[in-house]
Antibody
Framework: EVQLVQSGAEVKKPGESLRISCKGS????????ITWVRQMPGKGLEWMGR????????NYSPSFQGHVTFSADKPINTAYLQWSSLQASDTAMYYC??????????WGQGTLVTVSS | QTVVTQEPSLTVSPGGTVTLTCASS?????????PNWFQQKPGQAPRALIY???NKHSWTPARFSGSLLGGKAALTLSGVQPEDEAEYYC?????????FGTGTKVTVL
């Protein structure tokens, strides 16, 4: 069974760093992209970008380029989304999604990030 | 910045049919944008329904279908069930980038 399991909710202060994770199981982790999606409270879905876990090649949406970093650890089938300096506007639910060439299928359960002083 | 636009809300009666559309600010949506559709219910992660315009995942109910219609991607729900009440999002591919639509809230009433 394909699963993407994300790390738990986080509460951080502005300026702090954070890394959240997404662990894949039940499939070849390096055979599919991992896409990251943001959903701010009460708002729609936003495509942040994606990473190829086989070589860590990444595409970033212009809206997120330079503010977040994707990474992957192949031996443990885990992808990461990282911030070096959080802002209050980063408060949102973040999802990881398995992606093939022209499709996305399995979603993680989401990680809620709250940034507040 | 590319904008993908959907109807904000639609209402349909149980057993009825409703069509949602997905338009691109860059022009007509084509099969090369590989339209994907997702359903999200309150408090839940989204669920994939349709990929590459009209292909269903193994779990997608038969009453959901995808197409291209008048330069837009479309998702049609036929024989709507109460459990279809949800937010629906399209996703379009633009080369290496992708953009979600603004979302359509479907109410079954």
């Amino acid at each position: 069974e394909v699963q993407l399991v994300q790390s738990g909710a986080e509460v951080k202060k502005p300026g702090e760093s954070l890394r959240i994770s997404c662990k894949g199981s039940g499939y070849s982790f390096t055979g599919y992209w991992i896409t990251w999606v943001r959903q701010m409270p009460g708002k729609g879905l936003e495509w942040m970008g994606r990473i190829d876990p086989s070589d860590s090649y990444s595409n970033y949406s212009p809206s997120f380029q330079g503010h977040v970093t994707f990474s992957a650890d192949k031996p443990i089938n885990t992808a990461y989304l990282q911030w070096s300096s959080l802002q209050a506007s980063d408060t949102a639910m973040y999802y990881c999604v398995r992606q093939g060439t022209t499709w996305s299928d399995y979603w993680g359960q989401g990680t809620l990030v709250t940034v507040s002083s | 910045q590319t904008v993908v636009t959907q109807e904000p809300s639609l209402t349909v009666s149980p057993g009825g049919t409703v069509t949602l559309t997905c338009a691109s600010s860059t022009g007509a949506v084509t099969s090369g944008n590989y339209p994907n559709w997702f359903q999200q219910k309150p408090g839940q992660a989204p669920r994939a329904l349709i990929y590459s315009t009209n292909n269903k995942h193994s779990w997608t109910p038969a009453r959901f279908s995808g197409s291209l219609l008048g330069g837009k991607a479309a998702l049609t729900l036929s024989g709507v069930q109460p459990e279809d009440e949800a937010e629906y999002y399209c996703l379009l591919y633009y080369g290496g980038a992708q953009v979600f639509g603004t979302g359509t809230k479907v109410t079954v009433l």
